[in-house]
């Protein structure tokens, strides 16, 4: 039996990582962070992102692979169908590919976990899956696993869909005249404006099949033993404290690697492109930084209105611009003559290595869609934001990037996007008093996100108390377990 005990005294999980790049980059951080804490991870894929990242970089096989060699940290990789072929145009045909991953991946990740949890030494002890997915604590419980949910975006967010009841009562969400009135009753959140809710609780139809994958996502995280959120205690303090009244929730963000800006596990979904000459030609802090991230689109009238500002602007300029960035069929967006009246001002480029740019000197803002990792790498390097936010989480970030942490300022509110206006206030934030104010603060909101992933920190803290809680319990069960077998040996 001492053997038996001795194979478990490793903590052995499987991550699966929703299947975008916003959700994959915290999902290989929280890895390498747990791999190298002694942790046996088990990393799942889809076949889908798997082939986006290998194409890209040159790369085949297993991402982690070098990693292994050279850190030896215990990442093994997987990967699975998501329930459509890899050639599969899922940005534009989002509605398509929600419905596989809400009523198709299950099956295909249960395969893979089951064949994980038979053959796998040391033993698997949880399963760690993004909060996205509808299915982990079900599996979990079939599996005889930890239910640890990762949740990729603000502790704002996660309690705010934690709470739709609530928004629903009071008549915020859901209803045919919604309220417009301040909300003021969700636990840790002293008030939020309609307008700042995600654009799944603004919408007035709730039957889409986000919204089913939202209602269903927020049903399983209440059965999970832990949730690790990719924020920062101090930043969210209220928030946080209150749900942790109702779930073990951990803060532990910002989970990406610190100590330098491109890791040897390839992450992106596309080819990056190298700035680094062109940023070192430009003097320091006069390059505003342009992207909108990895998915959402831009209506082509407010990329033309954008494109234009720019020019009106006189700011020197680097724009990471999709190729699907309005759409997939629609390959040249940009207003004519604009390559040519940029000249040496501009540069642009499909995509890049996000933090490569912010990290550099040169770079003194950040036009940004707010998407979570971009919010916290823009705080990382001190970069203050101009936000124009497209899709789901992002109007909700907007709201503590202005409201609460006054790191940013923002673009429009569902008006008309105008070239005049955007001019204006990449001006404001470039070279006018709003962005020596946005710069002080933003300079304070680092140093805490700093302090927190320092030593002795409250990130720091808060993940070594939910393995220390985590070990406690896989060993407490498995001790109860060979307790039990002694006894049917002896009864034998």
């Given at each position: 039996?001492?053997?038996?005990?001795?194979?478990?005294?490793?903590?052995?999980?499987?991550?699966?990582?929703?299947?975008?790049?916003?959700?994959?980059?915290?999902?290989?951080?929280?890895?390498?962070?747990?791999?190298?804490?002694?942790?046996?991870?088990?990393?799942?894929?889809?076949?889908?992102?798997?082939?986006?990242?290998?194409?890209?970089?040159?790369?085949?096989?297993?991402?982690?692979?070098?990693?292994?060699?050279?850190?030896?940290?215990?990442?093994?990789?997987?990967?699975?169908?998501?329930?459509?072929?890899?050639?599969?145009?899922?940005?534009?045909?989002?509605?398509?590919?929600?419905?596989?991953?809400?009523?198709?991946?299950?099956?295909?990740?249960?395969?893979?976990?089951?064949?994980?949890?038979?053959?796998?030494?040391?033993?698997?002890?949880?399963?760690?899956?993004?909060?996205?997915?509808?299915?982990?604590?079900?599996?979990?419980?079939?599996?005889?696993?930890?239910?640890?949910?990762?949740?990729?975006?603000?502790?704002?967010?996660?309690?705010?869909?934690?709470?739709?009841?609530?928004?629903?009562?009071?008549?915020?969400?859901?209803?045919?005249?919604?309220?417009?009135?301040?909300?003021?009753?969700?636990?840790?959140?002293?008030?939020?404006?309609?307008?700042?809710?995600?654009?799944?609780?603004?919408?007035?139809?709730?039957?889409?099949?986000?919204?089913?994958?939202?209602?269903?996502?927020?049903?399983?995280?209440k059965t999970a033993d832990f949730v690790l959120c990719n924020t920062v205690q101090e930043l969210e303090h209220e928030t946080i404290s209150a749900l942790q009244h109702k779930i073990p929730f951990f803060a532990v963000g910002p989970v990406f690697l610190t100590g330098f800006t491109r890791t040897t596990v390839m992450t992106s979904l596309w080819a990056e492109s190298d700035c680094s000459r062109w940023?070192?030609?430009?003097?320091?802090?006069?390059?505003?930084?342009?992207?909108?991230?990895?998915?959402?689109?831009?209506?082509?009238?407010?990329?033309?209105?954008?494109?234009?500002?720019?020019?009106?602007?006189?700011?020197?300029?680097?724009?990471?611009?999709?190729?699907?960035?309005?759409?997939?069929?629609?390959?040249?967006?940009?207003?004519?003559?604009?390559?040519?009246?940029?000249?040496?001002?501009?540069?642009?480029?499909?995509?890049?290595?996000?933090?490569?740019?912010?990290?550099?000197?040169?770079?003194?803002?950040?036009?940004?869609?707010?998407?979570?990792?971009?919010?916290?790498?823009?705080?990382?390097?001190?970069?203050?934001?101009?936000?124009?936010?497209?899709?789901?989480?992002?109007?909700?970030?907007?709201?503590?990037?202005?409201?609460?942490?006054?790191?940013?300022?923002?673009?429009?509110?569902?008006?008309?996007?105008?070239?005049?206006?955007?001019?204006?206030?990449?001006?404001?934030?470039?070279?006018?008093?709003?962005?020596?104010?946005?710069?002080?603060?933003?300079?304070?909101?680092?140093?805490?996100?700093?302090?927190?992933?320092?030593?002795?920190?409250?990130?720091?803290?808060?993940?070594?108390?939910?393995?220390?809680?985590?070990?406690?319990?896989?060993?407490?069960?498995?001790?109860?377990?060979?307790?039990?077998?002694?006894?049917?040996?002896?009864?034998?």
């Amino acid at each position: 039996m001492k053997e038996m005990v001795d194979a478990r005294e490793k903590p052995h999980a499987i991550l699966v990582s929703y299947p975008l790049q916003g959700h994959v980059n915290p999902s290989v951080h929280l890895a390498i962070n747990l791999a190298s804490r002694g942790f046996t991870i088990t990393f799942i894929n889809t076949h889908s992102i798997h082939h986006q990242i290998t194409s890209t970089s040159d790369g085949e096989g297993d991402i982690f692979s070098q990693l292994r060699q050279s850190h030896g940290l215990d990442i093994r990789y997987a990967t699975v169908s998501d329930g459509l072929p890899v050639g599969f145009d899922r940005s534009l045909h989002h509605d398509q590919f929600m419905a596989a991953l809400l009523h198709v991946f299950s099956a295909h990740a249960e395969e893979a976990i089951e064949k994980i949890v038979r053959h796998s030494q040391p033993a698997v002890s949880c399963l760690i899956a993004d909060t996205y997915f509808v299915w982990p604590g079900k599996l979990a419980e079939k599996y005889g696993l930890l239910y640890v949910s990762f949740w990729t975006e603000a502790a704002l967010i996660f309690t705010l869909y934690y709470h739709m009841d609530l928004l629903r009562l009071n008549g915020h969400f859901g209803c045919i005249d919604t309220c417009e009135d301040e909300i003021k009753y969700i636990p840790g959140v002293e008030s939020i404006e309609p307008k700042d809710l995600t654009s799944f609780l603004q919408e007035m139809d709730t039957t889409t099949v986000c919204h089913q994958i939202i209602f269903k996502a927020f049903m399983d995280v209440k059965t999970a033993d832990f949730v690790l959120c990719n924020t920062v205690q101090e930043l969210e303090h209220e928030t946080i404290s209150a749900l942790q009244h109702k779930i073990p929730f951990f803060a532990v963000g910002p989970v990406f690697l610190t100590g330098f800006t491109r890791t040897t596990v390839m992450t992106s979904l596309w080819a990056e492109s190298d700035c680094s000459r062109w940023l070192d030609s430009k003097p320091q802090g006069s390059v505003l930084y342009v992207s909108f991230g990895s998915y959402a689109h831009v209506a082509k009238a407010d990329l033309i209105e954008i494109a234009k500002g720019l020019l009106l602007s006189k700011v020197d300029f680097i724009w990471a611009l999709r190729p699907d960035i309005v759409s997939s069929d629609d390959q040249t967006p940009l207003p004519g003559g604009f390559m040519e009246e940029t000249g040496d001002r501009g540069m642009i480029i499909p995509w890049c290595c996000q933090t490569e740019v912010l990290a550099h000197p040169a770079v003194g803002g950040f036009l940004t869609h707010c998407g979570w990792n971009s919010v916290l790498e823009s705080i990382w390097f001190q970069v203050p934001m101009l936000c124009f936010p497209l899709y789901t989480d992002q109007f909700t970030n907007r709201k503590l990037v202005i409201n609460d942490w006054k790191i940013g300022i923002n673009l429009y509110d569902k008006v008309r996007l105008t070239s005049v206006e955007v001019a204006e206030k990449i001006n404001q934030l470039m070279v006018g008093k709003i962005g020596d104010e946005v710069r002080v603060s933003i300079k304070n909101v680092k140093s805490t996100s700093e302090k927190a992933l320092a030593a002795g920190g409250s990130s720091e803290k808060n993940i070594d108390r939910f393995i220390q809680e985590l070990e406690g319990i896989y060993k407490h069960d498995y001790k109860c377990i060979d307790t039990l077998a002694v006894h049917a040996e002896n009864d034998e």
